[in-house]
Nanobody
């Protein structure tokens, strides 16, 4: 069974940093595009950043220049380095892997990030 597991969330003051990790079934990290999403309760899931199989990276405008996505294929880990955090970054952050015509196939359960003033 394919699983993705996020970690690294927590509480931080505005301006601080957190680094999220996503681990799981190894073949996903070798073979698939991957992404980070975030979701606020009652709102739609929002795409934050993607990294293609070949390493092409995209960011949402709201996190560009603050967040950095990376993937370690040897360790089978997807990362999201979040810097200069703002209160509006508060959300559950989810990793996803293996895109298909309808979206991503595999999802983690999410890790909570709370940013306070």
């Amino acid at each position: 069974q394919v699983q993705l597991v996020e970690s690294g969330g927590g509480s931080v003051q505005a301006g601080g940093s957190l680094k999220l990790s996503c681990t799981g079934s190894g073949w996903i990290f070798d073979s698939c595009a991957m992404a980070w999403y975030r979701q606020v309760l009652g709102e739609e899931r929002m795409l934050i950043s993607t990294i293609s199989f070949r390493g092409i990276i995209t960011y949402a405008e709201s996190v560009k220049d603050r967040f950095i996505i990376s993937r370690d294929r040897d360790k089978k880990v997807l990362y999201l380095q979040m810097n200069s955090l703002k209160t509006e970054d508060t959300a559950v952050y989810l990793c996803a892997g293996c895109i298909n015509p309808n979206g991503y196939t595999y999802w983690g359960q999410g890790t909570q990030v709370d940013v306070s003033q």
